[in-house]
Every structure is written in C-alpha cells, then in structure tokens.
C-alpha cells in the first residue's frame, strides 16, 4: 500500500478483555516496528520484525503482550487481559531491509489509540 | 532508560523566529534522526544525519551532530505556524540492531 495503515484507530475495552490491533506495513518494506506512545511520554520499543528473522521480542512488557507477523507482512499485536496502564498509543512503523549502515528510516502509521476503562 | 533526550520539552515561539531544539545521548551511534509528530499522527521522517557527518540541511532545517559531545541540534529557521508539533529525535546504537530508539520529544508551539 502507499503507507502504513494500522486499525483500529481507536478502540475502547474494559479492563481484563483481550485486544488484538492490526498493522499493514508498505508493500516491500522487510522491517516491521511496534512502538508504544504513553501520553506525555516519548516512544517506548515493544518489538521488531525482520524477514524471516526471529523477532526482537526485547521490549514486550509482559507476557501478556504478544505479536506475530503472517507471511512476513501484516502484523497483529495481542495484549491479553487488559489493564488500566495497557492505556496508550500503538504505533507501528515499517522500513526497507535495514542496511549495514544501521540507516533504518521508519515510515509511522496513524497509531491506535487504546483506552481501558 | 531513554537513548535519547531532547531539550527543552517545550518551545512556544512567534512565526518568523527560528526553533532550536537538542537532543542528548548516552552511547555511541550509526546515525541519528528527527521525526515530527502532529497532535493524534504518527511519526514523520525529516532528516538522517550519520555518525561521520556534521551537519545537514533540508529546506529550512538544518541538524548538526557532535559526536564528542553525544548531541544533536535541529534548527527550524522562519518558523510557521504550521511547524507547531512535537519533533523526537531517535539514535541507532553502533553495534545493535538498528532498532530506533527514540526520545520524549520537544513539543514546539508557533503563534501566528
């Protein structure tokens, strides 16, 4: 596609339901990010995808968190049992195949904004 | 612990003036950049600097990168009303993965 498109853009949950939030990177691009945005805060790394590289799973939370990635395009990141503090803006960001140079230039999509009541 | 820190957190402006904004960090880099970020948008790309240059424009910005120092600079000349937003900048450690990790940002405010 011509961007990255994350959805939903908003979802509203109660506390202890599971969610699931999806993102479509452009069409090409080998490298997939998730990003968390807490309110005030700066982006906080949840995961990194890469080919058909075992993911970077570094910066998940808690075992609640979990992301996949189906034949090395569309994503999806699961938080089980959510809480209060799960509350925040997903951003997922995808790159071409990263050089040796490290010169990764992210392309963001519009997030998605979670709110568990 | 965030790689990276920009300074200050808030900068409010008159159009026409220019916007200085930092960033520190703590270890060594492939390269850094800046992103911009509308209020409710995602992240946007502006400039790439990498660890062997020193300073790079783009339209009316201009990064300058000091390695000695681990700092960076991102000055938006003429500024316009239209710039007002939260602007990160974002490290790539030398010798990692190459994963972005980006700071709390500076939200920049310009008054028409």
């Known amino acids: 596609g011509a961007g990255v498109s994350q959805s939903p853009s908003n979802k509203v949950t109660e506390k202890g339901k599971d969610v699931e939030l999806r993102c479509d990177p452009i069409?090409?691009?080998?490298?997939l990010y998730w990003y968390r945005q807490s309110l005030g805060q700066g982006l906080e790394f949840l995961i990194y995808?890469?080919?058909?590289?075992?993911?970077?799973k570094s910066g998940l939370p808690s075992d609640r968190f979990s992301a996949e990635r189906t034949g090395g395009s569309v994503s999806t990141l699961t938080i089980q049992r959510t809480q209060q503090e799960d509350s925040a803006v997903y951003l997922c960001?995808?790159?071409?195949?990263?050089?040796?140079?490290?010169?990764?230039?992210?392309?963001f999509g519009a997030g998605s904004r979670l709110t568990v009541l | 612990s965030q790689q990276g820190e920009e300074d200050p957190q808030a900068l409010s402006i008159q159009e026409g003036e220019n916007a200085t904004m930092n960033c520190s960090y703590k270890?060594?880099?492939?390269?850094l950049q800046w992103y911009r970020q509308n209020s409710g948008r995602g992240l946007v790309h502006l400039i790439l600097?990498?660890?062997?240059?020193r300073e790079k424009h783009s339209g009316r910005l201009r990064v300058t990168l000091d390695t000695s120092k681990k700092s960076s600079s991102l000055l938006i000349t003429a500024s316009r009303a239209a710039d007002t937003a939260s602007y990160f900048c974002?490290?790539?450690?030398?010798?990692?993965?190459?994963?972005?990790?980006f700071g709390r940002g500076t939200s920049l405010i310009v008054h028409p």
């Open positions: 960001a995808s790159s071409p195949q990263p050089m040796a140079s490290g010169a990764n230039v992210l392309t």
């Open positions: 069409s090409g691009h080998t490298a």
């Open positions: 995808f890469q080919g058909n590289s075992a993911p970077d």
């Open positions: 270890t060594s880099i492939n390269n």
């Open positions: 600097i990498r660890s062997n240059e």
């Open positions: 974002a490290t790539a450690v030398s010798g990692g993965s190459y994963i972005p990790t």
